[in-house]
């Protein structure tokens, strides 16, 4: 089975044969046709493995590729948030959505099934109702809140 391995997100993809494969303490190990040693396969470390769109599997109604929600535009009732730019696992129960908003500040939203309302891949849609200051969170200090966080460094000295 022929695999693409990517560094980095826009990097270039590597073509790799996958020979054969073994479960190895939790984990499961990895033999591409021409990495026959133990230094070239600390090469392909940390790349991100994946199946050419023609050789995905079908998935069940309600999950989805992560590739195909990468550049999907996310929307908050009925305003726009921004587009996927990534999306972030091991961060919590859910993946947190990397949304590059519409003034490229970079916000990050849950990918939790109780703020999504629907997605539609075809369309490059993801439609989410997020708790009122969710995307608060992000948003850079006020001068009147830098002023109250002074004042409270200030009386702990």
């Not at 996310?74 to 999306?87: A, M």
């Not at 009122?132 to 969170?137: I, M, W």
Request: glycine share 8%; hydrophobic share 40%; aromatic share 6%.
């Amino acid at each position: 089975m022929k695999l693409l391995a990517m560094r980095e997100a826009n990097s270039p993809r590597r073509e790799l044969e996958l020979e054969d494969f073994w479960p190895h303490k939790g984990l499961i190990v990895f033999k591409f046709a021409g990495v026959d040693s133990i230094s070239a396969a600390e090469s392909l470390v940390g790349c991100e493995l994946q199946v050419p769109r023609s050789r995905r599997s079908k998935l069940q109604a309600g999950w989805n590729y992560v590739s195909d929600l990468i550049g999907c535009a996310v929307f908050d009732r009925d305003r726009e948030i921004g587009q996927i730019d990534h999306v972030q696992f091991g961060t919590g129960e859910a993946p947190l959505l990397s949304v590059r908003g519409v003034h490229a500040k970079l916000l990050d939203i849950p990918f939790a099934e109780a703020y999504l309302e629907r997605i539609d891949v075809q369309r490059k849609q993801v439609r989410m109702k997020l708790p009122d200051g969710l995307l608060d969170v992000n948003a850079p200090l006020t001068g009147e809140e830098k002023r109250e966080q002074a004042q409270s460094r200030d009386k702990k000295r």
